[in-house]
């Protein structure tokens, strides 16, 4: 295991939902990401947190809704979601991150929350 | 702006031989590399980097990877295959000196090792 823990790992939600994914990590970091993972397409970075500093939102729709209320904590809040939003949501971790910066350190990932949309 | 190609979708191979998943990037300063791994139903595993250095960098479970700058390449390879190096293979990239950008990776290349 990679010290990322992610929950739920499946979860099958409507469209007027609202859902919320967990990750958590035990390797001390204190950068935290969030990616999607659709099937034929590469990664995508959503959000990243640097010291519970959001650095990074790549143009991410408003119905994604990332929290980070300590540096072991990041969620992802979900509401009114589309199906083409199914994925799978990979939280990952790092070290050497400084207040509002990027880190440029090993990402240590999560196992995934497969999302479903119906 | 920064990108990574994997130019292959799928590379089989038999187990025993020697096998290469290959990866070119493009930064327009200096790269730190990746290679992750990924099974079914599991997250990214790191496999090994480059940030500076001797060119060839070993990672975990006997995979290596050469970094070639006058190629753009950073392949991934290992001298004999096992059935269970069977996975997604991610390549990654990051500009040193553009501070500004995150980490992009490849789309992915599938490997599958025969018996």
């Known amino acids: 295991e990679t010290g990322v823990t992610q929950t739920p790992r499946h979860l099958v939600m409507g469209m007027t939902n609202k859902k919320s994914l967990k990750c958590e990590q035990h390797?001390?970091?204190?950068?935290m990401y969030w990616y999607k993972q659709s099937a034929k397409k590469p990664l995508e970075l959503m959000f990243v947190?640097?010291?519970?500093?959001?650095?990074e939102n790549n143009s991410v729709p408003s119905r994604f809704s990332p929290e980070c209320p300590n540096s072991s904590h990041l969620f992802l809040h979900l509401h009114t979601l589309q199906p083409e939003d199914s994925a799978l949501y990979l939280c990952?971790?790092?070290?050497?991150?400084?207040?509002?910066?990027?880190?440029?350190?090993?990402?240590?990932f999560g196992p995934g929350t497969r999302l479903t949309v119906l | 702006a920064q990108s990574v190609a994997q130019p292959e979708d799928q590379v089989n191979v038999a187990e025993g031989n020697p096998l290469t998943v290959k990866c070119t990037y493009s930064?327009?300063?200096?790269?730190?590399l990746f290679w992750y791994v990924q099974y079914p139903n599991r997250g990214l595993q790191f496999l090994l980097k480059?940030?500076?250095?001797?060119?060839l960098v070993k990672g975990s479970y006997g995979f290596e990877a050469e970094f070639n700058k006058s190629q753009t390449s950073f392949h991934l390879k290992k001298p004999s295959a096992l059935v269970s190096d069977s996975a997604l293979y991610f390549c990654?990239?990051?500009?040193?000196?553009?501070?500004?950008?995150?980490?992009?990776f490849g789309p992915g290349t599938r490997l599958s090792v025969l018996p």
């Open positions: 480059y940030i500076t250095g001797d060119n």
């Open positions: 930064v327009s300063g200096n790269p730190y």
């Open positions: 990952a971790s790092s070290q050497g991150g400084l207040a509002g910066r990027l880190s440029t350190d090993t990402q240590y």
């Open positions: 390797l001390g970091h204190n950068a």
């Open positions: 947190y640097s010291l519970e500093e959001r650095v």
């Open positions: 990654a990239v990051r500009d040193v000196d553009n501070y500004g950008q995150n980490f992009v």
